[in-house]
């Protein structure tokens, strides 16, 4: 009996995150990036994604997608598609070329001016090698980010797409989010 190799994906829950950017912050100094970098983006969600008065908010980072656009604009072989389906950059290889921040449509490599090379959220994967969570995981206080293994999920309690958020069907984003109640009291699903 064979068994599937883990595709490993952030998965946001969209009715637990608060908006405290403390995902951000935290790897912003745990990896001592420039002050106009972040490989995490907290922003407010518009209204129409829950059909009510409610504030929610919409945590993402890299997407890890099943086609990386960023990995196939590189001229430099920067970027590698893990096994277990993290996309990460190596920056070691990368010429600061800007490629990959163009061809991404989610807008996740960054340009670092320190360094004059891109940036990107690979996952942590060197802390995910040795059982540990990524930076973003580990200190979210609302626990509203997790890893998840997209073979193990349960597709239908979460979605790909969200309003506000590039179509996932593009690159084949692996990011899931558990949509707030609110959605699912207007749709008539709970």
């Given at each position: 009996?064979?068994t599937?190799?883990?595709?490993?994906?952030f998965q946001?829950?969209?009715?637990?995150?608060?908006g405290?950017?403390?995902?951000?912050?935290?790897?912003?100094?745990?990896?001592?990036?420039?002050?106009?970098?972040?490989?995490?983006?907290?922003?407010?969600?518009?209204?129409?994604?829950?059909?009510?008065?409610?504030?929610?908010?919409?945590?993402?980072?890299?997407?890890?997608?099943?086609?990386?656009?960023?990995?196939?604009?590189?001229?430099?072989g920067?970027?590698?598609?893990?096994e277990?389906?993290?996309?990460?950059?190596?920056?070691?290889?990368?010429?600061?070329?800007?490629?990959?921040?163009?061809?991404?449509?989610?807008?996740?490599?960054?340009?670092?001016p320190?360094?004059?090379?891109?940036?990107?959220?690979?996952?942590?994967?060197?802390?995910?090698e040795?059982g540990?969570?990524?930076?973003?995981?580990s200190?979210?206080?609302?626990?509203?980010?997790?890893?998840?293994?997209l073979?193990?999920?349960?597709?239908?309690?979460v979605?790909?797409?969200?309003?506000?958020?590039?179509?996932?069907?593009?690159t084949g984003?692996?990011?899931?989010f558990?949509?707030?109640?609110?959605?699912s009291?207007?749709?008539?699903?709970?």
């Amino acid at each position: 009996m064979s068994t599937k190799q883990k595709r490993l994906a952030f998965q946001v829950n969209m009715e637990r995150c608060i908006g405290c950017n403390a995902c951000t912050i935290s790897c912003k100094s745990f990896y001592d990036l420039d002050p106009t970098l972040n490989r995490r983006f907290v922003r407010e969600t518009d209204e129409k994604l829950t059909g009510a008065a409610k504030r929610c908010y919409l945590s993402t980072a890299c997407n890890h997608c099943d086609e990386p656009a960023c990995a196939k604009a590189c001229p430099t072989g920067a970027y590698t598609k893990l096994e277990n389906g993290i996309v990460k950059h190596d920056q070691n290889r990368c010429i600061g070329c800007k490629m990959c921040g163009t061809a991404c449509p989610y807008g996740v490599p960054q340009f670092d001016p320190v360094k004059k090379k891109m940036d990107k959220c690979s996952m942590c994967f060197d802390r995910i090698e040795v059982g540990e969570n990524p930076i973003c995981v580990s200190s979210c206080p609302m626990e509203a980010i997790s890893i998840v293994n997209l073979n193990e999920i349960e597709e239908s309690e979460v979605v790909s797409d969200v309003v506000g958020f590039v179509d996932s069907k593009i690159t084949g984003s692996s990011t899931r989010f558990i949509l707030p109640t609110a959605t699912s009291v207007v749709r008539g699903e709970i």
